[in-house]
């Protein structure tokens, strides 16, 4: 060996160590500056009805509710990077909202807060549980007046809790970290299947969750989403079901953290098996263990910016009835089908004519290059997920259904032309006067290609 090489050798080595160092110093730095841009707030509150009430979701009930199982909530995530404008996002323990009742708390939101209309999303966990909320459900339902001015107080009031939490939201705003990961959970089945075996079975079984902590890395905020109805139970008890059982159990599992449950594109699925109180708390408990098999291993850093878009797209209506037809209606036995076609025959007679559309509106949240959450409106069947997150990223993509607006059921082309409940007969329930046509599907997934590309981080 050359001893006189060797010092030359050495100082090459702690050159090479001091810029190892030094990157990975400016690394770290880097990733700390990205986690210290984020800051959130989250808060929520009870909206528990605290009289009997009409309930939502099944038209067999003929009564107003019974009594409580599991209280009901409203949790808000507020979101801000470094450009200093919260986003926020409400989830709601409640089977639906009208595009009357989600204007009335957006502008109040921007009235209070100067939050737009992008940067708040409203989703239902779409429990079959719960109040019956907006004055346009009320003729649907079989509630006498008395039961209707019940409705009328309980959504006044839960439209300023809303608009209460959003709030308290953003005066809670703090530095936090965010993180992302998806993991998977077998609570959902393709409800079309159970009238006709041989109709395809397609599910999402994706389990999205989004972590919210501290710098310290203490737990403030889980947000957790999943594609299936909330109609594991069917009595006159209120209570969130399998979501509302899930949300406890994970909060039970990490004192003051909230828990947050987004409804997915499960229009077309069911919890099976259900029907008993057992099996709410089952589902519950599996989609909390799926979420701590998440949170037990690396999740992926959120980087800034959070970059929104919220617009509107007209999805056409098929050609509606004929005034002669409705007036046949009329004469029909399913009281369902009357009165559908007596609230389209006020329509043409205070119109002239019948909507030939509809204001579809699509919401995307961009958080840096990790992450895209699509909020759809409706009741979204389960094709419209698969596709979207095929198209822009499995890892990457988060599609949720049921937000905004609920306006009706949202078919894919698929289930459009299979026809049946989702695919066009539920139209009557929603007050429109047809099915939609078969652009829908494009129609949707065109508007929402274009906002995330909008929206695309640089």
Same mark, same amino acid.
């Given at each position: ?58 038209? $067999?009930?003929?009564? #107003? ?6 209280? &009901?909530? !409203?949790?808000?995530? *507020?979101?801000?990077?470094? +450009? ?113 075996? $041989?109709?395809?079975? #397609? ?6 969750? &989004?972590? !919210?902590?501290?710098? *310290?890395?203490?737990?403030? +905020? ?125 329509? &043409? ?110």
């Amino acid at each position: 060996m050359d001893r006189r090489r060797f010092p030359t050798t050495t100082a090459a080595a702690v050159a090479r160590h001091l810029i190892l160092c030094g990157l990975a110093a400016l690394l770290c730095s880097v990733a700390a500056a990205a986690d210290s841009a984020w800051k959130a707030g989250v808060a929520k509150v009870k909206i528990t009805p605290e009289e009997p009430i009409w309930m939502a979701g099944y038209a $067999s009930r003929n009564k #107003p509710s019974e009594g409580v199982r599991l209280d &009901l909530f !409203v949790k808000a995530l *507020a979101v801000q990077d470094e +450009a200093g404008k919260p986003s926020i996002l409400v989830t709601l323990d409640l089977e639906s909202i009208d595009r009357e009742v989600a204007d009335a708390i957006a502008g109040r939101c921007l009235k209070q807060y100067g939050v737009t209309r992008d940067r708040l999303l409203l989703n239902l966990s779409h429990t079959h549980s719960g109040p019956v909320v907006g004055l346009s459900w009320i003729p649907v339902y079989k509630m006498t007046p008395d039961q209707g001015g019940v409705v009328r107080r309980y959504t006044d009031g839960v439209i300023s809790k809303i608009v209460g939490v959003v709030g308290a939201s953003i005066q809670n705003l703090a530095p936090a970290k965010l993180e992302f990961k998806q993991g998977l959970a077998g609570i959902a089945v393709n409800r079309r299947r159970v009238s006709n075996r $041989s109709l395809p079975g #397609p599910v999402d079984h994706d389990v999205p969750v &989004l972590k !919210v902590s501290d710098p *310290a890395g203490v737990l403030r +905020a889980v947000v957790v989403g999943y594609a299936c109805h909330a109609t594991c139970l069917s009595d006159f008890q209120i209570n969130g079901d399998w979501p509302g059982f899930a949300q406890a159990e994970i909060e039970k599992a990490h004192p003051g953290a909230i828990a947050l449950f987004v409804q997915g594109c499960g229009a077309d699925s069911n919890p099976l098996p259900r029907r008993t109180v057992e099996l709410a708390v089952k589902h519950g408990e599996v989609l909390a263990a799926a979420v701590e098999e998440v949170l037990g291993r690396p999740m992926t850093p959120l980087a800034g910016p959070l970059k929104t878009a919220f617009e509107y797209v007209d999805v056409a209506f098929q050609t509606p009835p004929t005034r002669q037809e409705l007036e046949a209606r009329l004469k029909e036995k399913n009281v369902y089908r009357q009165s559908h076609a007596r609230q389209m025959l006020n329509i &043409l007679d205070r119109e002239g004519k019948l909507p030939a559309s509809y204001p579809y509106p699509l919401q995307i949240w961009q958080f840096g290059p990790k992450l895209k959450l699509i909020a759809l409106a409706g009741e979204v069947v389960v094709d419209y997920s698969l596709r979207l997150k095929a198209e822009h990223g499995w890892d990457t993509t988060w599609v949720a259904g049921y937000c905004n607006d609920i306006l009706a059921y949202i078919p894919s082309l698929r289930v459009l032309k299979e026809g049946g409940y989702e695919g066009g007969d539920a139209m009557i329930y929603f007050g429109h006067p047809a099915p939609f046509t078969e652009t829908v599907e494009e129609t949707i997934v065109g508007k929402a290609a274009e906002l995330v590309k909008r929206t695309a981080a640089k």
